[in-house]
T-cell receptor
Framework: GAVVSQHPSWVICKSGTSVKIECRSLDFQATTMFWYRQFPKQSLMLMATSNEGSKATYEQGVEKDKFLINHASLTLSTLTVTSAHPEDSSFYIC?????????????FGPGTRLTVT | RKEVEQDPGPFNVPEGATVAFNCTYSNSASQSFFWYRQDCRKEPKLLMSVYSSGNEDGRFTAQLNRASQYISLLIRDSKLSDSATYLCVVNEEAAGNKLTFGGGTRVLVKP
């Protein structure tokens, strides 16, 4: 149980275009979903936290107008990288937690590797 | 000072040997701690939760020292498959269950 999927697993796009990444909890309802970014040889950095039906909370330094997050249901959150630039190339990982368990464990998706050319 | 700090390594470990490394955290109010394992170009996977004074799971032992604000991970009888980056993660409950990741410790187990 507790499987999180992401789509696409990798994407190459041209500079200036927008890319949408989906994060789905497949067998549970996610109370909260988190979006992380990881640059090469660095650790995961939290970008934003989202709860279903409400606006996402962005971490300091993350542009909310550039990284649009929509949490439409308890099983789906999307991250749209708008007007992508080469410096946005990174590994984007989502995670989800649930109140159904008594732990604070987050379940991670397999990640999406974005390359902007 | 970083919120969660780790020695980046790499720790070069002979197969069968024991390796241990620490992680320090800055928020004394933190209550929940985890060790995650991340393989190259993959997502992190939960290795162990550390909720109290520490716990053991097979060859892996995690210890928590609240007074000194560090947690440790010890791997006994290292296997080649233990080669990975080990991420120390602190849960900030007061910040809405936010996870803060350390930079990771790279472990290379060699035959």
């Amino acid at each position: 149980g507790a499987v999180v999927s992401q789509h696409p697993s990798w994407v190459i796009c041209k500079s200036g275009t927008s890319v949408k990444i989906e994060c789905r909890s497949l067998d549970f309802q996610a109370t909260t979903m988190f979006w992380y970014r990881q640059f090469p040889k660095q650790s995961l950095m939290l970008m934003a936290t989202s709860n279903e039906g409400s606006k996402a909370t962005y971490e300091q330094g993350v542009e909310k107008d550039k990284f649009l997050i929509n949490h439409a249901s308890l099983t789906l959150s999307t991250l749209t990288v708008t007007s992508a630039h080469p410096e946005d190339s990174s590994f984007y990982i989502c995670s989800a937690d649930t109140l159904a368990t008594n732990s604070y464990e987050q379940y991670f998706g397999p990640g999406t590797r974005l390359t902007v050319t | 000072r970083k919120e969660v700090e780790q020695d980046p390594g790499p720790f070069n470990v002979p197969e069968g040997a024991t390796v241990a490394f620490n992680c320090t955290y800055s928020n004394s109010a933190s209550q929940s701690f985890f060790w995650y394992r991340q393989d190259c170009r993959k997502e992190p996977k939960l290795l162990m939760s550390v909720y109290s004074s520490g716990n053991e799971d097979g060859r892996f032992t995690a210890q928590l020292n609240r007074a000194s604000q560090y947690i440790s991970l010890l791997i006994r009888d290292s296997k080649l498959s233990d080669s990975a980056t080990y991420l120390c993660v602190v849960n900030e409950e007061a910040a809405g269950n936010k996870l803060t990741f350390g930079g990771g410790t790279r472990v290379l187990v060699k035959p």
